[in-house]
């Protein structure tokens, strides 16, 4: 089911498997496999693919005819509703981000979010404290 909805969702879109491939950071072969059932997507590509299209992982599985029939966790927007675009490229960034993560060793990759989650924190908590100042 996984396959064709995949096929469907892309051909709306005016997508080729390979400028699919590139958003998912895969190859055209691997989105071939999947459209043709040759292969299963690792949970991580079903998740990918899910928020590039604004779509439930249940309605990739044929678990239901409705393409998104609920809110994400943590979501602000309505689930018939997109966000804007610049949440949107970042939700397609960091589904690249996810999608290559889970090919790298586990701990090395929990040890580089949590450095990098550290180190983005530290400077945005410095940005807000010099505007704040500037704006006194």
């Keep these: 089911?996984?396959?064709?909805?995949?096929?469907?969702?892309?051909?709306s879109r005016g997508m080729t498997q390979e400028e699919l491939a590139k958003v998912l950071n895969l190859t055209k072969h691997n989105i071939s496999a999947y459209e043709c059932g040759r292969n299963e997507a690792p949970d991580s590509v079903k998740?990918?693919?899910?928020?590039?299209?604004?779509?439930?992982?249940?309605?990739?599985?044929?678990?239901?005819?409705?393409p998104n029939?609920?809110?994400?966790?943590?979501?602000?927007?309505?689930?018939?509703?997109?966000?804007?675009a610049e949440i949107q490229e970042l939700l397609q960034c960091l589904s690249?981000?996810?999608t290559f993560?889970?090919?790298?060793?586990?701990?090395?990759?929990t040890d580089e979010i949590r450095r990098f989650a550290g180190k983005t924190a530290?400077?945005?908590k410095k940005t807000c404290t010099n505007s704040n100042q500037k704006n006194k």
Excluded: C, W
């Excluded at 993560?101 to 990759?109: E, G, H, Y």
């Design 1 to 11: 089911m996984i396959g064709e909805r995949l096929a469907d969702l892309r051909n």
């Design 47 to 66: 998740t990918a693919i899910a928020i590039h299209f604004n779509v439930s992982v249940d309605y990739l599985l044929g678990l239901t005819d409705q």
């Design 69 to 84: 029939p609920y809110e994400r966790a943590g979501s602000r927007f309505p689930a018939d509703k997109k966000p804007p």
């Design 96 to 98: 690249r981000v996810l």
């Design 101 to 109: 993560a889970a090919s790298m060793d586990s701990d090395f990759v």
């Design 122 to 124: 530290s400077e945005n």
